[in-house]
């Protein structure tokens, strides 16, 4: 069984920076496309950013130029650098991955971690 353990979020003032990090663990073939999504109560889950196994990004319109994603495929981890946050960025980050084993290929979900914005 394939599972995403996330790590990074905490507490953090407006402006300041936070990385969160995603690793796959379990016998994988292959990791397609990476990402992060996020929930903030009482919103739907929005796509924050991926990318795709030849680094091919794409980023949701308000963390462009604040937020970078990136991967390391020997390791199976994918990363969020997150600068200058604000306070409308404080929601739950959910890490996903679109993962082959040998006995099939799916959509993987992290636990999700906590991005608190506030001063």
């Known amino acids: 069984q394939v599972q995403l353990v996330e790590t990074g979020g905490g507490l953090v003032q407006p402006g300041g920076s936070l990385r969160l990090s995603c690793t796959a663990s379990?016998?994988?073939?292959?990791?397609?496309?990476m990402g992060w999504y996020r929930q903030a109560p009482g919103k739907p889950r929005e796509l924050v950013a991926d990318?795709?196994?030849?680094?091919?990004?794409n980023y949701l319109d308000s963390v462009k130029g604040r937020f970078t994603i990136s991967r390391d495929n020997a390791k199976d981890t994918v990363y969020l650098q997150m600068n200058n946050l604000k306070p409308e960025d404080t929601a739950v980050y959910y890490c996903?991955?679109?993962?082959?084993?040998?006995?099939?290929?799916?959509?993987?979900w992290g636990q999700g971690t906590q991005v608190t914005v506030s001063s």
């Open positions: 996903y991955g679109d993962i082959r084993t040998q006995w099939s290929r799916d959509d993987y």
């Open positions: 379990a016998p994988i073939f292959s990791i397609y496309t």
């Open positions: 990318i795709t196994t030849s680094g091919n990004t």
